[in-house]
């Protein structure tokens, strides 16, 4: 399949389709894995504290646990022939840097999904209850977002599209959209 070799990241504010978009993408590709730092997270049992939670320093630990975790996993099944496909969000250029650092030598594309702050909101309500993320912090973490990464990697506007039409134009346009390394 031409275009989807590599680790593919995606990320992009809560609600943005990550989770959604990863899913599709994957189930188009004949050896694809989903990486959802969601599941990721989830295999810890007990001591879990979430990116922002509180003590922030051992929040700020378990994120880069996760993101060690995260790159493992995509660099064992790269190594398989397979294609990953991580969802997870990466707020700043610092996190994605370490992703890139973890996965050399790998081709890494990086997928910013920018539907807009309604439409996320939007996103949001409307998606299952138990994914549901009640978030408060849009307007400060898209201009971080913004200020971060400038226009480092693939800024996808999927505000006028279906789940089905932006995993289409992942799939035929990430090579030469969202290549970093
Ligand atoms: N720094 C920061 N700022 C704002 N929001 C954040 C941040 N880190 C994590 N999140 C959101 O928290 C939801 C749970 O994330 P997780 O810790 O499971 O990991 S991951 O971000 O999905 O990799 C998840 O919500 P969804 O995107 O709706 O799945 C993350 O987007
Ligand atoms: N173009 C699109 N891309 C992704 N999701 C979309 C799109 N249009 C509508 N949606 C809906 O928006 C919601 C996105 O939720 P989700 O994928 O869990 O977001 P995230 O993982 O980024 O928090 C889902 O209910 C999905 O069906």
Request: hydrophobic share 45%; proline share 6%.
């Amino acid at each position: 399949m031409p275009g989807m070799h590599g680790v593919v990241l995606v990320t992009g504010m809560p609600g943005a389709g990550k989770s959604t978009v990863t899913r599709l993408v994957a189930e188009r590709l004949p050896r694809s894995a989903r990486l959802g730092g969601d599941e990721v997270n989830q295999l810890i049992v007990n001591g879990f504290v979430w990116a922002l939670g509180e003590p922030a320093d051992e929040a700020a630990r378990q994120v880069e646990l996760l993101h060690r975790n995260l790159c493992a996993l995509a660099n064992n099944f790269v190594d398989a022939g397979f294609t990953p496909l991580i969802d997870a969000m990466i707020p700043s250029r610092a996190k994605l840097d370490f992703f890139l650092d973890l996965l050399s030598p790998r081709q890494l594309l990086f997928i910013v999904l920018t539907p807009g702050i309604e439409v996320c909101r939007h996103r949001n309500e409307i998606r299952d209850p138990a994914e549901r993320f009640d978030f408060d912090g849009y307007d400060a973490l898209e201009a971080d977002m913004h200020r971060e990464f400038g226009d480092t990697g693939w800024w996808f506007d999927t505000s006028a599209l279906t789940p089905t039409q932006t995993a289409d134009r992942i799939i035929a346009e990430a090579h030469h959209r969202a290549r970093v390394s």
